[in-house]
Nanobody, 123 residues
Framework: QVQLVESGGGSVQAGESLRLSCTMSRYIDGRMAWFRQAPGKEREGVAA????????AVSDSVKGRFTISLDKAERTLYLQMNSLKPEDSATYYC??????????????????WGQGTQVTVSS
């Protein structure tokens, strides 16, 4: 079992930045990702990091603005969010699973989840 704890959410103005952190109770090799869910919408994959390949992926909606990274020694996954927009407002969740690269960032490919951290961007 792996526990994930997110932090770093908050309320910011459009154009500002936030960095989210997700600390794992134990490190697992595989895939780790950030998802977000706004009220009334489905949970959306934002970015993923594939530890065995050392590769990352981001969704088109955040490409060029968000960066995912992993500090293996600290067992912490980060999401650097720049140039935030009001439409980025959501609860952000960290997720993890053992295994390799998958073609899309989908909830069904992850079995460990954090409790979420709220991000609110005002215009």
């Amino acid at each position: 079992q792996v526990q994930l704890v997110e932090s770093g959410g908050g309320s910011v103005q459009a154009g500002e930045s936030l960095r989210l952190s997700c600390t794992m109770s134990r490190y697992i090799d595989g895939r780790m990702a950030w998802f977000r869910q706004a009220p009334g919408k489905e949970r959306e994959g934002v970015a993923a990091f594939y530890t065995l390949a050392g590769r990352s992926a981001v969704s088109d909606s955040v490409k060029g603005r968000f960066t995912i990274s992993l500090d293996k020694a600290e067992r912490t996954l980060y999401l650097q969010m720049n140039s935030l927009k009001p439409e980025d407002s959501a609860t952000y969740y960290c997720a993890a699973a053992s295994g390799g690269i998958v073609s899309r960032i989908r909830t069904t490919d992850y079995n460990y989840w954090g409790q979420g951290t709220q991000v609110t961007v005002s215009s």
